[in-house]
């Protein structure tokens, strides 16, 4: 018996929000690049942060992956756009797959949006450390060595 996906991911699949990338020379910009050991899809995250207040101001995604993936990428920037770096870090997987109503199996391919933007925060923090990163930003170097293995 097939299992109809529900009408909000189908909703983020068939109209993804916030498709494509920034200018990642720019150094208010963090990129996240991970990848999904079970299945192989990749999502790739940039995020454009205001230095002065650390608030996340635009965002984009390219994700290479199934449906549930890009609708975990796109529903994760709708979700980032305006919040502060600490508060999008505490962003969990659970919370998205929740929103989409995804079913166990997919549950995957939203722990690669929780991912993404984790390691985007690391990557914005590495590339201005002279903001102080928090215990979260630790998490995020640790997803990121265990994408990158
Ligand atoms: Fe792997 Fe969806 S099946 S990310």
Not at 12 to 21: A, D, E, F, L, M
Not at 125 to 148: H, Q, R, W
């Amino acid at each position: 018996q097939r299992r109809n996906y529900h009408e909000k991911v189908l909703d983020h699949y068939s109209r993804p929000r916030n498709v494509g990338t920034l200018d990642k020379s720019d150094v208010s910009v963090g990129e996240g690049l991970v990848g999904a050991p079970a299945c192989g899809d990749v999502m790739r995250l940039h995020i454009k942060v205001d230095p002065d207040t650390q608030v996340i101001s635009d965002v984009r995604f390219k994700t290479f992956g199934c449906g549930s993936a890009i609708a975990s990428s796109s529903y994760l920037t709708e979700l980032v756009r305006g919040m502060t770096l600490e508060q999008a870090a505490r962003i969990k997987n659970t919370e998205i797959a929740k929103e989409l109503c995804l079913p166990p199996v997919k549950l995957h391919c939203s722990m690669l949006a929780e991912d993404a933007i984790k390691s985007a925060i690391n990557n914005y923090y590495k590339k201005n450390p002279s903001v102080k990163t928090t215990n979260l930003a630790g998490t995020a170097a640790k997803l990121e060595t265990a994408a990158a293995a």
